[in-house]
T-cell receptor, first 111, second 117 residues
Framework: SQKIEQNSEALNIQEGKTATLTCNYT??????LQWYRQDPGRGPVFLLL?????KEKRKERLKVTFDTTLKQSLFHITASQHSDSATYLC??????????FGTGTKLQVIP | KAGVTQTPRYLIKTRGQQVTLSCSPI?????VSWYQQTPGQGLQFLFE???????NKGNFPGRFSGRQFSNSRSEMNVSTLELGDSALYLC????????????????FGEGSRLTVL
């Protein structure tokens, strides 16, 4: 079955460092990968989308890559801040199929 | 522009009861999808509607049902509630540029927190 896996349940990082989150997919060829941020008790908020024919996308301190050979997307937050602490979710969809979310990585940025 | 609105935000039910949750999408969005979120399982897809038609359905029992109205508002219903149905139910709307598939991000509401006692 199609699976989206985010390797780390939790990631602690020091303020100012780059946080790197991983999303792997199996039995799947998604046309798009998306990354969302979710704060406790709130709905997820869209951050970035990357298409299968794109290698890299950037938005301010955020960068996402998409490697269709490795079946992997990496999500980077550079110069991390305490306010970046949240759960980050990756999501994928192929054609008409349902959107599948990973279980998320809880990022804690330590001052 | 108003965001996605979900009502009620919190509710408590007992086993065997039924519940109806409502979702008003962003104006102009014709696609609405529902998700169940629990600590152990993450975001699980329930169903997706586009122009009043169910496009996709997740692996949930028939006790979970939904519908979409002509104004794109959507409701989901859970009958014969079980303890395991306690979760945050999230609705998301999307502006599909064509009927060929998903080309935009999902806009989520704040969710309806259901507790089943």
């Amino acid at each position: 079955s199609q699976k989206i896996e985010q390797n780390s349940e939790a990631l602690n990082i020091q303020e100012g460092k780059t946080a790197t989150l991983t999303c792997n997919y199996t039995n799947y060829s998604p046309a798009y990968l998306q990354w969302y941020r979710q704060d406790p008790g709130r709905g997820p908020v869209f951050l970035l989308l990357i298409r299968e024919n794109e290698k890299e996308k950037r938005k301010e301190r955020l960068k996402v890559t998409f490697d269709t050979t490795l079946k992997q997307s990496l999500f980077h937050i550079t110069a991390s801040q305490h306010s970046d602490s949240a759960t980050y979710l990756c999501a994928a969809r192929q054609g008409y199929q349902k959107v599948t979310f990973g279980t998320g990585t809880k990022l804690q940025v330590i001052p | 522009k108003a965001g996605v609105t979900q009502t009620p935000r919190y509710l408590i039910k007992t086993r065997g009861q039924q519940v109806t949750l409502s979702c008003s999408p962003i104006s102009g969005h014709r696609s609405v999808s529902w998700y169940q979120q629990t600590p152990g399982q993450g975001l699980q897809f329930l169903f997706e509607y586009f122009s009043e038609t169910q496009r996709n359905k997740g692996n949930f029992p028939g006790r979970f049902s939904g519908r979409q109205f002509s104004n794109s508002r959507s409701e989901m219903n859970v009958s014969t509630l079980e303890l395991g149905d306690s979760a945050l139910y999230l609705c998301a709307s999307s502006f599909l540029k064509s009927d060929r598939g998903w080309t935009g991000e999902l806009f989520f509401g704040e969710g309806s927190r259901l507790t089943v006692l």
